[in-house]
């Protein structure tokens, strides 16, 4: 079992910046991935930018050269530093991650972006 507690959702003004952060029960190196995805309302849930245990990232289209993914493995948590947001944002952002224990996908509970025009 992984439980994932994301923070640093919120209102922000078209152009801002907001980091979200996302903590880990167990050691994100047991993790053979990790993400975030986003689900604005009426849509389906979207791959916004993951991260392999190797290292290797991938990014949405819409987000490439805005949002950055990384994190701390001291702090068992993974980061995405938002940039120039634009209101298309706009949706509730998940933590994901693929723990190799159990072979299995887990989610954090998801928290708000909001951005205004």
């Known amino acids: 079992q992984v439980q994932l507690v994301e923070s640093g959702g919120g209102l922000v003004q078209a152009g801002g910046s907001l980091r979200l952060s996302c903590a880990a029960s167990?050691?994100?190196?047991?993790?053979?991935?990790m993400g975030w995805y986003r689900q604005a309302l009426g849509k389906q849930r979207e791959l916004v930018a993951a991260?392999?245990?190797?290292?290797?990232?991938n990014y949405a289209d819409s987000v490439k050269g805005r949002f950055t993914i990384s994190t701390d493995n001291a702090k068992n948590t993974v980061y995405l530093q938002m940039n120039s947001l634009k209101p298309e944002d706009t949706a509730v952002y998940y933590c994901?991650?693929?723990?190799?224990?159990?072979?299995?996908?887990?989610w954090g509970q998801g928290t708000q972006v909001t951005v205004s025009s």
């Open positions: 991260i392999t245990s190797g290292g290797t990232t």
């Open positions: 167990r050691s994100i190196f047991s993790m053979r991935r």
């Open positions: 994901n991650s693929f723990y190799s224990g159990t072979r299995s996908d887990y």
